[in-house]
């Protein structure tokens, strides 16, 4: 995603060329996100996608658009993200994988988004909203695109509470340097059911991801260490281990929580 300056107007991206190679080299081709395809799958568990019409909401480069339309069986799958670079990164990864036909890029500036009312049987996220500071008018306008008896399905990073973030929390955000919209599975829950979203649910995964940014952490800082300097730098790779260590400090402590979110539009006729 992307931050934006005081005016609303779009700054800098975010995830430039030195990041999405990175995060390639930690994550997997493609993926801007932890866990794989592995993940994907658990955020989409019982849902079905086969013959529907899919948006993958802040998409990034490609890589997990393109993991659900090669396994999930979607009649199409839109990725949508506000930054170009990236947008252009999967435009290419899908003409290579032969999956062009299946899923399409689109990239616009924050705001509303470009698609009609009531488009996606299921709209998808994954860790992308963490960057909309408002959380109210994000979720009304992935209800506005969602069919009515649609899906809601996403991951997302919260924090742990609604009071002010602890030393530690404001260390690892200033670490990261990007544009973080924190906040809780509470608020997330009051967004999601102000928009009209219903049977709305959020499951942490802190204990998942504590042990993962571990093992992400021992990798870059050991067998993963070369390959990512040969990408991107020693510096680059040296702040970003300096990020991973004052991540795991609110992984360990709870106040970094990674959480998956379901909800469903209702059906028409459906009673709100």
Excluded at 3 to 13: F, H, L, R
Excluded at 77 to 103: H, K, M, N, W
Excluded at 140 to 160: H, M, N, Q, Y
Aim: include cysteine; charged fraction near 25%.
């Amino acid at each position: 995603m992307v931050a934006t300056n005081e005016d609303g107007a779009a700054s800098e991206p975010e995830y430039d060329e030195a990041a999405i190679r990175f995060l390639g080299v930690l994550w997997g081709e493609g993926y801007l996100s932890p866990g794989g395809p592995a993940e994907v799958d658990r955020v989409l568990a019982g849902v079905d996608l086969k013959g529907r019409r899919v948006l993958d909401f802040g998409c990034g480069a490609g890589g997990i658009t393109l993991h659900i339309a090669r396994s999930q069986g979607p009649a199409e799958i839109v990725g949508y993200d506000v930054e170009q670079p990236v947008v252009e990164r999967a435009r290419t990864a899908a003409v290579t994988q032969g999956l062009s036909s299946i899923a399409r890029f689109v990239s616009s500036p924050p705001g509303s988004l470009p698609f009609g009312d009531d488009e996606f049987d299921i709209v998808f996220s994954k860790d992308a909203m963490i960057h909309v500071p408002d959380k109210q008018a994000l979720f009304a306008e992935l209800f506005r695109v969602l069919k009515p008896g649609g899906v809601f399905a996403a991951s997302d990073w919260l924090i742990g509470h609604d009071g002010e973030p602890s030393p530690d929390m404001k260390d690892y955000i200033a670490a990261e340097g990007l544009s973080f919209g924190m906040a809780s599975s509470r608020h997330y829950l009051r967004a999601m059911a102000v928009a009209g979203f219903v049977d709305c649910t959020a499951e942490s995964r802190n204990i998942w991801y504590r042990e993962v940014a571990r093992g992400e952490l021992a990798r870059l800082k050991g067998p993963l260490y070369d390959e990512a300097v040969a990408a991107v730098g020693e510096a680059y790779v040296e702040k970003n281990i300096r990020t991973w260590t004052a991540m795991q400090k609110v992984l360990d402590s709870g106040e970094h929580c990674p959480t998956h979110l379901r909800a469903s539009k209702p059906a028409a006729g459906e009673r709100l």
